[in-house]
């Protein structure tokens, strides 16, 4: 059994998670980590710029995972920036929204929410760079003790603090993985 078969097993919705045409066996790494304050602030990035010696793109999607297995792909708006080096082409900007901002936007369904899944690809093929292609996923967990929705709100309507992971969070993490 190799290592994709094993990541499926224990991630049974990672491919719904993923753009079209990607599959789960294209991914460079899967981890699973704890959400941190740091990725509750993060705002999705969509960026590409094109020339003549330029191609190069970063995309970053967010999707929920439910507790009944449902996906809401592509769950937080992602900032955006599209340019190139041609002549009279212009640069689009898109505003996008924090982690934190999209679970907050959800509002008692936010209790349903099980893992938050990062897609992260990095492709470059500009000369004289070094050619890159990168896919990876981070799977998000609440930290132990924690529902996501204990994370959102207080009871004054603030983010509440995350608490700090355990010593062992860690080996936690990689006995789970191997016990599938």
């Keep these: 059994m190799n290592a994709t078969t094993k990541v499926e097993q224990v991630y049974p919705f990672l491919a719904k998670c993923l753009p079209e045409k990607v599959t789960v066996r294209q991914l460079n790494f899967v981890t699973e980590e704890m959400v941190t304050e740091k990725f509750l602030g993060l705002k999705p990035q969509t960026n590409s710029w094109s020339g003549s010696l330029v191609s190069s793109s970063y995309r970053q999607i967010v999707s929920f995972v439910y507790a009944d297995g449902t ?18 082409s212009k640069t689009a900007f898109a505003e996008g929204q924090t982690v934190l901002d999209a679970l907050r936007s959800k509002g008692a369904v936010v209790e349903n929410i099980k ?22 996923v981070n799977v998000f967990l609440p930290p132990t003790g924690c529902e996501y929705h204990e994370l959102v709100l207080d009871e004054d309507g603030f983010m509440k603090s995350i608490p700090p992971l355990p010593p062992d969070w860690r080996e936690a993490i990689f006995k789970r993985m191997r016990e599938g």
């Design 71 to 88: 996906v809401e792909f592509d769950a937080v708006a992602s900032e955006e920036c599209h340019g190139s080096n041609y002549a009279h």
């Design 115 to 136: 893992f938050i899944v990062l897609y992260d690809k990095k492709y470059n093929n500009s000369s004289g760079w070094s050619p890159v292609n990168q896919r990876d």
